[in-house]
C-alpha cells in the first residue's frame, strides 16, 4: 500500500505565499505522476499542478506564473510552492500520485487526505 500525507495548508492573507507538501510512503517502486487537486467551497475538484517521473510540468491556467511544482526524489515528497494567493485560491488541496508498487505492477492512483487553505484578510 501507498500512503499520501499533505502538509502546509493554513491561513493566509492575501497577496500571501504558501508551499504545500506531499509525503509518499510505503510499497513504492516508481511514482509516474503527482497532481496537486484542489475543491473550492461548494464547487468541483480542479486540477493545479502536476510532475512526471521526466519532469514534465504542467499547471492551471489560474496557477501560472503564481505556482511552482518541484519534487524531491530522495524524500518522495512533491512541492507546491504558491504566491501572489487570491481569496478565490481558498480550497481543500489533494495530492494525487499515480505509483507503482513493483516494476511489474499496474500503476494506480492514489489520494491524499487533503490540506485547507484559506486566504483571507
Known amino acids: 500500500q501507498v500512503q499520501l500525507v499533505e502538509s502546509g495548508g493554513g491561513l493566509v492573507q492575501p497577496g500571501g505565499s504558501l508551499t504545500l507538501s506531499c509525503a509518499a510512503s510505503?510499497?513504492?517502486?516508481?511514482?509516474?505522476?503527482t497532481t496537486w487537486y484542489r475543491q473550492p467551497p461548494g464547487k468541483q475538484r480542479e486540477l493545479v499542478a502536476s510532475?512526471?517521473?521526466?519532469?514534465?510540468?504542467n499547471y492551471a491556467d489560474s496557477m501560472k506564473g503564481r505556482a511552482t511544482i518541484s519534487r524531491d526524489n530522495a524524500k518522495n515528497t512533491v512541492y507546491l510552492q504558491m504566491n501572489s494567493l487570491k481569496p478565490e485560491d481558498t480550497a481543500v488541496y489533494y495530492c494525487?500520485?499515480?505509483?507503482?508498487?513493483?516494476?511489474?505492477?499496474?500503476?494506480?492512483?492514489?489520494w491524499g487526505q487533503g490540506t485547507q487553505v484559506t486566504v483571507s484578510s
Open positions: 494525487q500520485a499515480t505509483v507503482q508498487t513493483s516494476s511489474s505492477a499496474v500503476p494506480r492512483a492514489y
Open positions: 510505503g510499497s513504492i517502486f516508481k511514482i509516474l505522476v
Open positions: 510532475i512526471t517521473s521526466g519532469d514534465s510540468i
